[in-house]
């Protein structure tokens, strides 16, 4: 693709990067065959290929409009356009740069920038979201539907011996998932320490910086980042093998901190190394052996991969691994590539494109009639559950209960 941009934001380090990654793009438009929202839509400016071309005009200095910010907002940022592009254009750093540059071109209204700082501010801090949820389900009773649906009730805790081992990882916690799931790490650091592994918990460390950074607020981001690489940092030296996330939409962002902080001269060594470091823990559990695990029940169940994990990590075949060489069921789900909705904030910001996305996820995951809809983050999770009744957890909780009922049986 032929490109036009202005001198001085071609001298920058986004221009750089936007102007390659224009160029690569050669117009093919299969990207659209894998895009949710042009699926929906089969409009143009809802698919990668438009939403490139708006970028591009923009960039080059045109006008633009609402209509340019209605179209950047309904991208789902899932990246399964990346996984289908044979040119592999980085889809997802242009449309961030475009965003920023939208901000600043046509700025929201006050009204909608505060609602997106009170969703970076809010659910970004753990000591907020804790009681925040505790509260929400006391009143849950008597909330509206739409607001209920994002408030899950807790599952039954799951104990964990939590005995101290030679082997240590750092589990990081999150920001929402405590709250809106604790048994997520719970059965994280339940299977952890049956097989042999000791998870060390940091309480200093705070949002990974995603939530921020697809909100516009990419200085945030960078900031939490750098918090994050302070907090881990000692653990890490003293001789952590691994930064384990249980969240894939936070594990997609923290693989990532080499890039974001390559140009910072105090942290790019750091960032590199904690990037390095970090794993999902299917793909930290494809490595362990799996079959001393005592496993009771093994049910039929409908595996929903994350976009996070199927498109920005490809940890789909992992985690399919793990859970058949733990003798689970695994039929196939139709379009299983494309995003369920949920996507962070996008389920609060864009409802009516969630719900449709949603609806059609679910009778694709349901066709199978399982027994329980596995997932790998904690907002498809939610998103999920307030869709179905059939139950929908992350699958190391599926795992972690199933070895728990097996000890407890024995």
């Given at each position: 693709?032929?490109?036009?941009?202005?001198?001085?934001?071609?001298?920058?380090?986004?221009?750089?990067?936007?102007?390659?990654?224009?160029?690569?793009?050669?117009?093919?438009?299969?990207?659209n065959a894998t895009c949710p929202t042009y699926q929906l839509e089969r409009n143009e400016l809802d698919g990668p290929r438009g939403r490139i071309y708006l970028i591009k005009q923009m960039l080059e200095g045109q006008e633009v409009s609402e209509l340019t910010r209605h179209h950047l907002d309904r991208c789902l940022v899932c990246q399964s356009?990346?996984?289908?592009?044979?040119?592999?254009?980085?889809?997802?750093?242009?449309?961030?740069?475009?965003?920023?540059?939208?901000?600043?071109?046509?700025?929201?209204?006050?009204?909608?920038?505060?609602?997106?700082?009170?969703?970076?501010?809010?659910?970004?801090?753990?000591?907020?979201?804790?009681?925040?949820?505790?509260?929400?389900?006391?009143?849950?009773?008597?909330?509206?539907?739409?607001?209920?649906?994002?408030?899950?009730?807790?599952?039954?805790?799951?104990?964990?011996?939590?005995?101290?081992?030679?082997?240590?990882?750092?589990?990081?916690?999150?920001?929402?998932?405590?709250?809106?799931?604790?048994?997520?790490?719970?059965?994280?650091?339940?299977?952890?320490?049956?097989?042999?592994?000791?998870?060390?918990?940091?309480?200093?460390?705070?949002?990974?910086?995603?939530?921020?950074?697809?909100?516009?607020?990419?200085?945030?981001?960078?900031?939490?980042?750098?918090?994050?690489?302070?907090?881990?940092?000692?653990?890490?030296?003293?001789?952590?093998?691994?930064?384990?996330?249980?969240?894939?939409?936070?594990?997609?962002?923290?693989?990532?901190?080499?890039?974001?902080?390559?140009?910072?001269?105090?942290?790019?060594?750091?960032?590199?190394?904690?990037?390095?470091?970090?794993?999902?823990?299917?793909?930290?559990?494809?490595?362990?052996?799996?079959?001393?695990?005592?496993?009771?029940?093994?049910?039929?169940?409908?595996?929903?991969?994350?976009?996070?994990?199927?498109?920005?990590?490809?940890?789909?075949?992992?985690?399919?691994?793990?859970?058949?060489?733990?003798?689970?069921?695994?039929?196939?789900?139709?379009?299983?590539?494309?995003?369920?909705?949920?996507?962070?904030?996008?389920?609060?910001?864009?409802?009516?494109?969630?719900?449709?996305?949603?609806?059609?996820?679910?009778?694709?995951?349901?066709?199978?009639?399982?027994?329980?809809?596995?997932?790998?983050?904690?907002?498809?999770?939610?998103?999920?559950?307030?869709?179905?009744?059939?139950?929908?957890?992350?699958?190391?909780?599926?795992?972690?209960?199933?070895?728990?009922?097996?000890?407890?049986?024995?």
């Amino acid at each position: 693709m032929q490109t036009f941009l202005p001198a001085d934001f071609i001298a920058t380090s986004a221009g750089q990067q936007a102007d390659t990654i224009l160029r690569d793009c050669v117009h093919c438009g299969l990207c659209n065959a894998t895009c949710p929202t042009y699926q929906l839509e089969r409009n143009e400016l809802d698919g990668p290929r438009g939403r490139i071309y708006l970028i591009k005009q923009m960039l080059e200095g045109q006008e633009v409009s609402e209509l340019t910010r209605h179209h950047l907002d309904r991208c789902l940022v899932c990246q399964s356009c990346e996984t289908t592009c044979p040119s592999g254009v980085n889809y997802h750093r242009l449309l961030d740069i475009g965003r920023e540059e939208l901000e600043q071109r046509v700025p929201r209204s006050p009204f909608a920038r505060l609602q997106r700082a009170l969703v970076r501010g809010v659910m970004s801090r753990r000591q907020i979201t804790q009681p925040l949820f505790a509260l929400g389900r006391l009143a849950r009773p008597m909330l509206p539907a739409r607001l209920r649906s994002h408030i899950p009730l807790l599952r039954t805790s799951i104990a964990t011996r939590q005995e101290s081992h030679a082997r240590k990882v750092i589990l990081v916690q999150g920001c929402v998932q405590p709250a809106m799931s604790p048994t997520t790490n719970q059965a994280a650091a339940a299977v952890l320490d049956a097989l042999g592994i000791e998870t060390v918990t940091i309480d200093a460390e705070t949002c990974c910086g995603a939530l921020s950074a697809h909100g516009g607020g990419k200085t945030r981001s960078l900031d939490q980042a750098r918090r994050n690489i302070d907090a881990w940092w000692p653990a890490i030296e003293s001789g952590a093998e691994a930064v384990l996330m249980t969240a894939s939409g936070c594990s997609n962002f923290v693989q990532d901190y080499g890039d974001l902080l390559a140009d910072d001269a105090v942290y790019a060594a750091r960032a590199q190394r904690v990037a390095g470091l970090l794993k999902d823990i299917s793909e930290f559990l494809d490595d362990e052996p799996l079959e001393a695990l005592p496993i009771g029940e093994r049910q039929r169940i409908a595996w929903h991969c994350p976009c996070t994990a199927q498109h920005g990590q490809s940890l789909d075949a992992p985690t399919r691994r793990v859970l058949t060489r733990l003798g689970f069921e695994l039929p196939p789900v139709r379009d299983s590539h494309l995003c369920c909705g949920s996507a962070g904030s996008y389920s609060l910001f864009q409802p009516d494109m969630a719900r449709a996305l949603r609806t059609r996820k679910l009778e694709a995951l349901q066709a199978s009639d399982p027994a329980q809809i596995v997932t790998a983050n904690i907002g498809c999770q939610v998103h999920l559950s307030a869709g179905t009744e059939t139950p929908v957890v992350h699958w190391i909780e599926l795992v972690a209960r199933s070895l728990d009922a097996t000890l407890q049986s024995g």
